[in-house]
Structures are given as C-alpha cells and as structure tokens.
C-alpha cells in the first residue's frame, strides 16, 4: 500500500481552527471507511473520527463532538478534519487510517495502513 499524503497541521491558540488533509497517494482509496487518530506524548493512540466508505455515516469520539468534522470529498478522494474550538487538549500528532471498522463512536480495529502524521499545536 501507499501511505496517503497528509497536509494541514500547525499552529493555533485555543479557540483556533485547523483542517487536516489526508489525499490518496497515486492509487485512489476503495470505498472503505476512513478514520482520523491522534497521539499526544506520553499517551496512546486515541479515535478521533471516522467515516464510512459512502460517506454518508460519521463517527466521533465524544471528546470532540460538535467541534470536530470529518467529510470526504467524493471526487477526489479526499479526507477531511475540520477541527474547531480547538483547545490545549487536543494538541498531538493526527494521522489518517485506511480503513478500520467504527462503531458508536469507538474504534475497533482493522485499519491497514496510515498517513504520515500531521502536528497540531494548541496553545492556551
């Protein structure tokens, strides 16, 4: 597999906004679903967001309910994080995951291979 090409991360104060990409590399993703993580030092992996192969069903961690939006651009493939009010909290590195299966907003396995990570800064 190719790893997808990500794009978007930065820096903000708390209260900022960022968008995260997460573009297919040359290959074009299949219709599976599509999930958003991130890893803060000191700390595992958490689930962030997820969306279906259709794009028509959305997952979230309650952590970023109502803050946080994931889409997916049904022309090019694109996968999207728009990520709102962000706060110190939610500073870590996001990485994109091809595939996984997500229900009620949990994560439960199954993605076969990742982004290259994006850095988010929050600073209060």
């Known amino acids: 597999h190719v790893p997808p090409v990500q794009s978007g991360g930065g820096s903000v104060q708390a209260g900022g906004s960022l968008r995260l990409s997460c573009a297919p590399s040359?290959?074009?993703?299949?219709?599976?679903?599509m999930g958003w993580f991130r890893r803060a030092p000191g700390r595992d992996r958490e689930f962030v967001a997820a969306i279906s192969g259709a794009g028509d069903t959305t997952f979230y961690a309650d952590s970023v309910k109502g803050r946080f939006t994931v889409s997916r651009d049904a022309a090019n493939g694109t996968i999207y994080l728009q990520m709102n009010n962000l706060q110190p909290r939610d500073a870590a590195v996001y990485y994109c995951?091809?595939?996984?299966?997500?229900?009620?907003?949990?994560?439960?396995?199954?993605?076969?291979?990742w982004g290259q990570g994006a850095q988010v800064t929050v600073s209060s």
């Open positions: 995951g091809h595939g996984g299966n997500y229900y009620d907003g949990q994560y439960y396995g199954g993605v076969d291979y």
């Open positions: 040359g290959v074009p993703f299949d219709g599976r679903a």
